[in-house]
């Protein structure tokens, strides 16, 4: 039976490079879910490889014609902001295993459309501090810096990932990326070969 291996973890943990060197893993052979979004597009990203940019109107649409299999909605300092996984063909569990990258809420809600044998959650932990130092130079990078916005994101991981919260969703196993990058990227890796067996 093919996998959904899930990535989470609070801002700043570098899941989006994690994602990125295990796609990359050939002997992995995982296909990327790509998400969907209405933020803009960050300096460096492409559309359709680290999300779908779209709008509300598209966002809508999908609603009304029941294509939405998870759905977030954040309030941030420049309005509503949302970020949500659609059925538009992309994933088919009868022929690969595949990637994907989210939230807790989203990890639930997944689990919920494709079932907690096919979903296996990967979870990102890292020192807060480090996580700070990591959110603000990646946001020194941008053409407008918008610190408010990534200290908002900041506290409401707190409350988002909650130990309560990582519990609930059934997450024992915790890969740590408090170091080198590369050393929890191989330490997924490896725990990715042996659940496919």
């Keep these: 039976m093919s996998m959904i291996y899930y990535i989470m973890g ?4 570098g899941k989006d ?16 879910i790509v998400l969907y979004t209405t933020r803009p597009m960050r ?15 598209h966002l809508k649409a999908l609603r009304k014609a029941g ?6 909605c954040y309030q941030t300092v420049s309005g509503p902001w949302y970020y949500f996984t659609a059925d538009e063909g992309q994933i088919d569990l009868k022929t690969s295993d595949y990637l994907g990258i989210g939230t807790l809420e ?3 809600q997944m689990v919920h459309y494709y079932g907690r044998n096919v979903m296996v959650p990967v979870y990102i932990e890292v020192d807060d501090g480090i996580r700070l130092e990591r959110a603000l130079k990646r946001e020194r990078k941008q053409k407008r810096p918008q610190y408010e916005e990534m200290c908002r994101r900041f506290l409401a991981d707190q409350k988002d990932f909650s ?7 059934g997450i024992t196993r915790r890969f740590e990326n408090n170091g080198a990058i590369r050393d929890c990227i191989d330490e997924i890796a490896g725990f990715i070969r042996a659940a496919g067996r």
């Design 106 to 108: 989203s990890y639930a």
């Design 43 to 57: 300096q460096g990203e492409e559309n359709g490889r680290e999300y779908f940019f779209t709008d509300e109107k």
């Design 67 to 72: 294509r939405i299999i998870e759905e977030r």
């Design 163 to 169: 130990e309560e919260k990582i519990a609930r969703a």
């Design 17 to 32: 490079h994690i994602y990125t060197a295990l796609l990359a893993g050939k002997d992995l052979n995982l296909k990327p």
């Design 10 to 13: 609070k801002s700043a943990s």
